[in-house]
C-alpha cells in the first residue's frame, strides 16, 4: 500500500519558518514529480510548488523568492522550506505524487497525503 505522510506543519508568526517534509512509503522503485498543494478555508487547492524526479522546481508566484521545494529520492521524500511566512499563507498544505513505481502494485497514479496545518499569525 502506497502511502504519503506529511509533518512539519505548526503555527508560526508572520515571518517565521517552517519545513515540511512528505515521506512517500510502500515499496518504492520510482516517483515522478511531486507538488505541494495548499487550501485555506473557502478558497480552491491550489499548487505551491513541484519538483520533477531530477530536480527541476516549478514555484507558484506567492511562494517564489519565499518558499524552496526539495527531494531526497533515495528517502523517497519531498520537502517545503518556508521563510519569511505571511497570514495569506494559513492554510492546509497537501502533499502529491502524480506517478509512482512500485514493487507490489506497479506503477500507481494520483496519490495525496493527508494535509498538515499551517497557521501564520500577524
Known amino acids: 500500500q502506497v502511502q504519503l505522510v506529511e509533518s512539519g506543519g505548526g503555527l508560526v508568526q508572520a515571518g517565521g519558518s517552517l519545513r515540511l517534509s512528505c515521506a512517500v512509503s510502500?515499496?518504492?522503485?520510482?516517483?515522478?514529480?511531486m507538488d505541494w498543494y495548499r487550501q485555506a478555508p473557502g478558497k480552491q487547492r491550489e499548487l505551491v510548488a513541484a519538483?520533477?524526479?531530477?530536480?527541476?522546481?516549478n514555484y507558484a508566484d506567492s511562494a517564489k523568492g519565499r518558499f524552496t521545494i526539495s527531494r531526497d529520492n533515495a528517502k523517497n521524500t519531498v520537502y517545503l522550506q518556508m521563510n519569511s511566512l505571511k497570514p495569506e499563507d494559513t492554510a492546509v498544505y497537501y502533499c502529491?505524487?502524480?506517478?509512482?513505481?512500485?514493487?507490489?502494485?506497479?506503477?500507481?497514479?494520483?496519490?495525496w497525503g493527508q494535509g498538515t496545518q499551517v497557521t501564520v499569525s500577524s
Open positions: 502529491h505524487a502524480g506517478k509512482i513505481t512500485t514493487a507490489l502494485l506497479g506503477v500507481v497514479y494520483n496519490y
Open positions: 510502500g515499496s518504492i522503485f520510482s516517483i515522478n514529480a
Open positions: 519538483i520533477t524526479s531530477d530536480g527541476s522546481t
